[in-house]
Every structure is written in C-alpha cells, then in structure tokens.
C-alpha cells in the first residue's frame, strides 16, 4: 500500500490567513484527492487533483477558496484561503492504487482561531 | 442517489461480542465497497472491501455481507476487542462517478474489556 505523509500535522490559525497543506506519497500514483472531515464527521470530498490540469472541485467548494497544485505524481498541495472558524476541520489527503483501492493519509487537524 | 446510509450511529459491545455496522446504498452504479477503520487523531485506514459479484468476504476477524438485491452490506467484526474500538466507515464508488468515494456517516464502536 502507498505511505502518505502529509505537512503540517496540525496547526492552530487566525482567521483571515491561508494555510497550505502538502501531500507526499512514497510512489507514483494516478489520482489523488483532498477530503474534509468537520469534527465527529464523515469525510466529504474537496477536489480531485489532476496531475498537469486543475484540480475537479465537488459541489460546495471552490478554487478561491481551496486552491490546488499537483506538479507531479507524487505532490499535491491544498490551500485553505481566507480561513474562518468554520473552516476547523482536519484535512486528508488520499490516492487511488490499482483500479479503485484508495488509501488515506494521516491528516492535517486545523483549528482556526 | 449519491448517498450512502450506515447505522447505527454509536455501538457498544462486550468483548467478544459481535458488532454489526449496516450500510444501505441507493445508485446501482456502485460496483465496489469498501470499509475504512479510524482511530482517534489518525487516518482513515483501509479494512476491507468487496465488489457486489460475491455476497460474502472474510478476513481475518473481519466479514462483509452484501446483498445486492436489497443494496445493504454490513460489517461483521468476530471476536471484538477493545483494540477495535475506533470509528468506521462504510463507503462505496462505482465507474458512473469517475470512481469517487461516497462515505456512510460512521459508527463510533466501543468495545468493552
């Protein structure tokens, strides 16, 4: 299976700043994702990060707001733009292995002041 | 059409007991579901996973059951030990959504020693 690291682990921030978070997996991967978990939550799906194009963003979320970089195929960042307190979350990045096999990283725990 | 229903909400079980988490689906394009286990401060870790041509996958003290006919599966987890206390996730994905995952709201499962 992929070993995901993914920087900062955690960060507490004042609202109105940017925060980038990077993903960096142990091998080349085709399809990488960005997900959302709101305390006690399930994980709902940011964007998917395509590798030379921009990044498919779901219903809900927008590029000024979650912007994405994949510059190859093992990077991706994440940006929380203009946070609020509404934006505390832990964010996880994930990548697909084989045909659907997808596997998560540690995460990145973000409490926004 | 996109959702994916788990219940129950919170489980509490004697060692050794067996704990059922129960998952209903609704978009019969979903071809592969799979079962993520979360500890606290941690990634969503893969457990196990099925795709609706079999009705039965096992492995280790861990089982799926899938009917496909009522679109339910469930996790079966043998044995229960407090080490498996944690929060799962049923998820599922199919072809028809570029292969998205599609999480249940999670099951908090407390096994008592």
């Known amino acids: 299976s992929a070993v995901i690291s993914q920087k900062p682990s955690r960060d507490i921030c004042q609202r109105g700043t940017s925060l980038t978070i990077q993903c960096q997996v142990d091998?080349?991967?085709?399809?990488m994702f960005w997900y959302r978990q709101q305390p006690g939550q399930s994980l709902t799906l940011i964007a998917t990060?395509?590798?030379?194009?921009?990044?498919?963003?779901e219903s809900g979320f927008v590029i000024d707001k979650f912007p994405i970089s994949r510059p190859n195929l093992t990077f991706s960042t994440l940006t929380v733009s203009n946070m609020s307190p509404e934006d505390s979350s832990i964010y996880l990045c994930?990548?697909?292995?084989?045909?659907?096999?997808?596997?998560f990283g540690p995460g990145t725990r973000l409490l926004v002041l | 059409q996109q959702q994916v229903k788990q219940s129950p909400q919170s489980l509490i079980v004697q060692k050794g007991g067996i704990p059922i988490i129960n998952c209903a689906y609704e978009?019969?394009?979903?071809?592969?579901f799979p079962w993520y286990q979360q500890f606290p401060g941690k990634g969503p870790a893969l457990l196990i996973a099925?795709?609706?041509?079999?009705s039965e996958k096992k492995e280790g003290r861990f089982t799926i059951s899938f009917n496909k006919s009522a679109k339910q599966f469930s996790l079966h987890i043998m044995d229960s030990q407090p080490g498996d206390s944690a929060t799962y996730f049923c998820?599922?994905?199919?072809?028809?959504?570029?292969?998205?995952?599609?999480f249940g709201q999670g099951t908090t499962l407390q096994v008592k020693p």
């Open positions: 994930s990548v697909r292995q084989g045909q659907e096999t997808q596997y």
């Open positions: 091998s080349q991967v085709t399809m």
């Open positions: 990060a395509n590798q030379g194009s921009e990044a498919t963003y």
């Open positions: 978009n019969t394009a979903f071809d592969y």
């Open positions: 099925i795709r609706p041509d079999v």
């Open positions: 998820a599922a994905s199919g072809s028809g959504n570029t292969g998205k995952l599609i």
